[in-house]
Structure formats: C-alpha cells, structure tokens
C-alpha cells in the first residue's frame, strides 16, 4: 500500500465514523467471510438495568439487592454498574465486602459479615455447591426474554445456599438488525460468542437473525473459536468491546473495537467503530474496497 492512499484511507475511515489504525487491517475486511461478534455492549448498549428480583423462600429483594450492591461495590464489569443503579435508585446502605474476588466470564465473591457470599452465573453458582432448581422455571422465563439471570449464594461447609436470583435487561442497539441483515447481504455469516447463559444468548441471536451461537465462552474460549473457523478457512472479523474479547480481537484477521468499550480492547484491535456504530463495518468495508482497488 503506497502512505497516500492509507493517509486518505485514515482520513476518510474517521468520516464514516471507523477508526483506523492499520492499513491492513482495513485491507483485510474487504475479504472477511465470517464476523464474529461479542454480545454485551457489542450487539447490547451494554448498559444493563435491574429487571426483577426473585428471592428464594424467606428472603426479600432488598436483603438480595443489599448483599449483590455489596459484592458489586469492588467490579468494574457493566453488570455491576445495573446492580449499583438500583442500589442507589432504593438509597440502599451496603453493608462492608471482604476479600473480595472477581472471577473473569463468571462473577464475584466477597465475604459480608460472617458468610462468604458469590453472585454471578449459574456455573459459578452450581460450583459452589448450590442448588439452582427452585429457582429454575423462572430463570428459564427470563433468559428467553433475553435477559442475563445472576445469582446470589451463600457458601456454607455443609451446602451453599441460594439467596435468590437477579435479572438484569440490556436492550439490542437500535440499528444492529439492520447492520446484520445488512452484512448478511454483503454474504457475511454471523457468529456471537457470549459469557453469556446459552438461553440468554439464542433470544438475542433469534432476534436479531444471528448463524451462529457460542455461550457460555471464557475470553480464552473466544479465541480458540476464531482460531478454529481460521484453520477452516474462513477469514474472520471479531468485533468486541470487553476486556474478554481482547485476546480474540488480536487474534482475529480484523480486530474490530468499539470506541465505547474497554481500552484493552481498542488496542487489540486494528479498527475502532467509534460510538460503537455497527453500521461502521457496512462503511469501512466499502472503504476498504476503494482502497484496495485504488493501490492495485
Ligand atoms: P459477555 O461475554 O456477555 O460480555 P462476561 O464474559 O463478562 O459476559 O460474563 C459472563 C457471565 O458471567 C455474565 O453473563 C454474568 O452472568 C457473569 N458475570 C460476569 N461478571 C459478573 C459480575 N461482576 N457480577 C455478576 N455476574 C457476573
Ligand atoms: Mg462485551
């Protein structure tokens, strides 16, 4: 690539709203086939509510909203920040969390008073020991709603505990339908990988008329997914936002940022969508065409 047509090809990316940090990375989107995309913040605005509070038999929301603000007081993970919302919405006092702990794609865990408690997914509850069943019929009917369910459990040495369950709602962006539909023309095919409950993931990719589904994956299990459609030939973007996409965005062909999530995830990437604009891939793929044509 000659240093004008990149210089152009920068200049005119910040126009269509993609930031571009590599020429070839741009290069390399116009023959991307598949793109695989995070659904939190990515496909979501990634700026989740609390939903509904369900406490298991004599609990109450108030002591379930107390004990997760708590825990949540020491993440920075979007989902803390729906918990800390409502907290503050009741003008709810938290009691003091200990040793706490953040365990990456799962949830956290702190010590309140003299219980150890954890509040995250149902793999991280059920490997406490916990019993999830009571609960069971209810967090189905939410994760078919598309909301993301957490759970409260206190650890005990004889059996954990659950306290209740958390729903948290986290709309799609007003034009992902588009962009896909519109990616889909173009004879792109569609890939999420979630942390994410697989029920949670199929009512966002159902809506959204995603491929491809992969729930329930750890950041390492993002990169290996695009590792593995790569050795199968497929020339794969990855589009993210969280620190766990960034070792899938690096090693992905395109590396696609959004400029609203985390900075490790820019980084990783060789594009930023600024706003997080998916429309910005439809863009910067036209661009990318111009320009691969104009060097050739
Ligand atoms: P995603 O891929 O959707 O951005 P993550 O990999 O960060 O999600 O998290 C996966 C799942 O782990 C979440 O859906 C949630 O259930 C649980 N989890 C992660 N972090 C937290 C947290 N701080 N509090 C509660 N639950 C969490
Ligand atoms: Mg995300």
Redesign the pocket.
């Known amino acids: 690539a000659t240093p004008m047509s990149i210089m152009t090809a920068t200049g005119r990316g910040a126009q269509a709203g993609v930031l571009v940090k590599t020429a070839e990375g741009l290069e390399r989107l116009a023959a991307v086939d598949t793109i695989v995309v995070?659904?939190?913040?990515t496909l979501t605005e990634g700026k989740p509510v609390v939903d509904e509070i369900v406490p298991a038999a004599g609990k109450s929301k108030m002591e379930l909203l107390r004990l997760a603000g708590a825990?949540?007081k020491g993440?920075e993970?979007?989902?803390?920040e729906a918990?800390l919302g409502a907290v503050k919405s009741q003008d709810l006092d938290l009691p003091r969390a200990e040793n706490f702990e953040?365990?990456?794609?799962?949830?956290?865990r702190a010590r309140v008073g003299d219980a150890v408690v954890l509040?995250?997914?149902?793999a991280?509850a059920s490997e406490s020991g916990a019993d999830l069943s009571d609960l069971g019929d209810r967090a189905e009917e939410l994760a078919e709603l598309g909301k993301?369910?957490?759970y409260l459990v206190q650890e005990a040495c004889e059996a954990a505990q659950l306290l209740g369950l958390i729903a948290v709602a986290d709309p799609v962006k007003a034009n992902a339908r588009a962009a896909i539909s519109a990616l889909h023309d173009d004879g792109i095919r569609i890939v999420m990988?979630?942390?994410?409950?697989p029920r949670?993931a199929d009512a966002v990719a159902k809506l959204l008329g995603i491929d491809e589904v992969h729930a329930?994956?750890?950041?390492e299990g993002?990169k290996k997914l695009i590792e593995d459609l790569k050795s199968r030939g497929a020339t794969v973007a990855m589009a993210g936002?969280?620190v766990?996409?960034a070792p899938a965005l690096a090693a992905a062909d395109v590396g696609l940022a959004m400029g609203t999530g985390a900075d490790v995830a820019v980084e990783s990437a060789g594009l930023t969508l600024l706003k997080g604009d998916l429309e910005g891939i439809l863009r910067a793929r036209k661009l990318a065409r111009e320009t691969v044509r104009n060097i050739r």
């Open positions: 995070d659904k939190t913040g825990l949540e993440s993970h979007p989902l803390a918990i953040a365990v990456t794609g799962k949830g956290v509040f995250g997914n149902a991280f993301t369910v957490m990988a979630t942390g994410d409950a949670t329930g994956v750890l950041p993002k936002d969280g766990n996409d």
